[in-house]
């Protein structure tokens, strides 16, 4: 049985030729994307594993053409995901540009139909994660239940959302009685359908100080504009809400992590990051000097820090022979 092809954008990816995509379906019965990039040499050469490559909210596969580029040439198969609700995959409402989801556990859902087709697509173990941002949330759920991977990084992951103090319990009770209205389908507060990278400037952007990679995060939505996605449900911000407080009470995972947050971090919290990580045995907590939210659309040169302290890490978990001087902090 072969997985149907999926529309796969090469043009916005700024990697090489190589790039598919995939559609499959789960278990409630709901359509989501991935895209697979396969590593280069795999013919002849000896694959050092695959990247499941965990997008965070309003994400599509795309946006990691460039870090799957460079797996790829480090010998690492990569997958990534379109969650439900956004990129290509099925969205949940009527209004296809609010960010929702009924409950964080059916994010779940589109992990298990992802590795259920892994054979199909004939990718090389061992798996590690990388989780970005929502994909971080989910990505240590997925840990917590028995995610078969060597090891584990996260980007900027949303374990608690940065809401200040005197607003956090209003963020509680405005979410939690939307439910109650009928009204949990509208926009989270100062939200709203506009995508947060086609319309905010670069100056003081929440995401990146490197203008070529805003710029290129722009272009994708410009060029591919059905994969915009704009702020989250009312619905959305409670359930995550709920996940992150569930998730700060679980003790770390046995898997080895390396966590990098910016030092200007603005959207999730670095609290939890910081209380999270001093917790986590095996873990390790690189902070970006100078980093946004989006820690691997930084400059080049911390994009190639972050990529030599990820593979070396992932050689170190499980033992695998580094072709490079170990990348130090």
């Known amino acids: 049985m072969t997985l149907p092809p999926a529309p796969f ?25 991935i895209g697979h990039w396969r590593a280069e040499g795999r013919s002849g050469g ?18 990691y053409g460039i870090f799957a580029a460079e797996l790829n040439a480090a010998g690492y198969d990569a997958i990534a995901i379109d969650w439900r609700g956004q990129g290509l995959a099925d969205r949940l409402l009527p209004d296809p540009l609010v960010g929702h989801v009924n409950t964080f556990a059916e994010y779940q859902n589109d992990l298990r139909a992802v590795l259920a087709a892994l054979p199909q697509l004939d990718v090389p173990a061992p798996l590690f994660m ?13 840990l917590h239940e028995g995610l078969p991977v060597a090891g ?19 963020a509680w009770a405005v979410s939690w009685t939307s439910r ?27 995401l990146t100080r490197d203008p070529e990679m805003f710029a290129f995060l722009k272009q994708q939505l410009q060029a591919h504009p059905e ?15 709920l996940e992150t ?37 095996r873990g390790r907590l690189e902070v970006v000097k ?3 939210h989006e820690v691997l659309m930084e400059d080049a040169e911390t994009r190639a820090r972050i990529f030599a302290i990820t593979c070396a890490h992932f050689e170190a978990a499980h033992g695998i022979p580094s072709d490079r001087k170990a990348a130090t902090a």
């Open 245 to 281: 407080r569930a998730l700060a009470a679980l003790p770390a995972p046995d898997v080895p992590c390396v966590t990098f947050v910016g030092d200007n971090e603005r959207i999730v919290s670095i609290r939890r990051i910081r209380d999270r990580m001093a917790r986590w045995p």
């Open 290 to 292: 100078d980093g946004e």
């Open 46 to 63: 000896k694959a050092r594993g695959t990247f499941l490559i965990f997008p965070g909210r309003t994400e599509f596969v795309e946006k």
């Open 130 to 142: 990388l989780g970005h941002s929502m994909g971080g949330c989910i990505g240590l759920r997925a």
């Open 180 to 206: 109650r209205l009928g009204l949990s389908h509208n926009y989270a507060p100062s939200t709203g359908a506009d995508s947060y990278v086609a319309t905010a400037p670069f100056e003081d952007n929440l």
């Open 152 to 170: 584990a990084v996260f980007t900027g992951p949303m374990w608690g959302i940065r809401i200040s103090a005197p607003v956090r319990p209003a």
């Open 9 to 33: 954008f090469q043009d916005i990816t700024g990697a090489p030729e190589g790039g598919r995509g995939f559609w499959l379906t789960t278990a409630d019965d709901v359509r989501i994307r």
């Open 227 to 241: 994969l915009s996605l704009g702020g989250p449900s009312l619905h959305w911000l409670h359930e995550a809400l």
